[in-house]
C-alpha cells in the first residue's frame, strides 16, 4: 500500500469544514502526513462582483475585493482551529485560491503531488448544485488521487 504522506483537507467554510479537518487530522495522525487546507473562492462569485462594480462602481477595485476576501476566510480558518484543532496546528498549512473550486482541487493535488483529497459531498449550497453539479462530484470524477468523503450523520439527510 502506497504511504500518505500528503493530504490536501478542502474546506468551504460551511458546517461540514470541521468534520473535514477532524478526519483529516485522524488520517494524518495515523501516517504523519502533511496537511494543507484549501479554501477556493469560486470564480463564478468573482465574476458576479465584477458584474455588480460595473452597475455599481465603487472606490474597490477587484483586487482589493479578493485581498479582503483571502483574508477573511484566512483569519475564520484559523479561528476554525484555534477553536477545535490547537494543538495540532502546527500541522496544517492554509492555502486559498481562486478559480473554479473543482479545477483548482485538482490541479493544486497534482502539484503538490498529493497522496490524499479529503473533502465534504456537501457544501455551502445545494441549489448551486442542481445548476452546476457539485465539486465534490467532479473532485471524485476526475481526480487521480484518491478522494475520501467525509460525512457528519446528523447533518446529512437522506430521502427515504
Do not use: W
Not at 5 to 33: F, H, M, N, P, R
Not at 70 to 88: C, G, H, M, P, V
Amino acid at each position: 500500500m502506497k504511504e500518505i504522506k500528503k493530504i490536501l483537507a478542502c474546506v468551504d467554510l460551511s458546517e461540514y469544514s470541521l468534520i473535514t479537518l477532524e478526519y483529516t487530522l485522524t488520517l494524518a495522525g495515523q501516517t504523519d502526513a502533511k496537511i494543507t487546507v484549501l479554501n477556493v473562492i469560486n470564480q463564478r462569485d468573482i465574476h458576479a462582483v465584477e458584474m455588480a462594480y460595473k452597475v455599481y462602481p465603487l472606490q474597490q477595485n477587484i483586487d482589493t475585493y479578493i485581498k479582503g476576501l483571502t483574508q477573511t476566510r484566512i483569519q475564520s480558518l484559523k479561528q476554525l482551529i484555534r477553536d477545535n484543532f490547537f494543538d495540532e496546528k502546527s500541522k496544517l498549512v492554509l492555502r486559498i485560491e481562486t478559480g473554479i473550486p473543482y479545477e483548482v482541487i485538482i490541479n493544486t493535488a497534482e502539484a503538490e503531488d498529493t497522496d490524499l483529497i479529503v473533502m465534504a459531498n456537501k457544501g455551502r449550497s445545494n441549489l448551486s448544485r442542481v445548476f452546476f453539479g457539485s465539486a465534490a462530484e467532479k473532485v471524485f470524477r476526475h481526480s487521480r488521487v484518491p478522494v475520501v468523503s467525509v460525512r457528519d450523520k446528523k447533518l446529512f439527510k437522506r430521502g427515504k
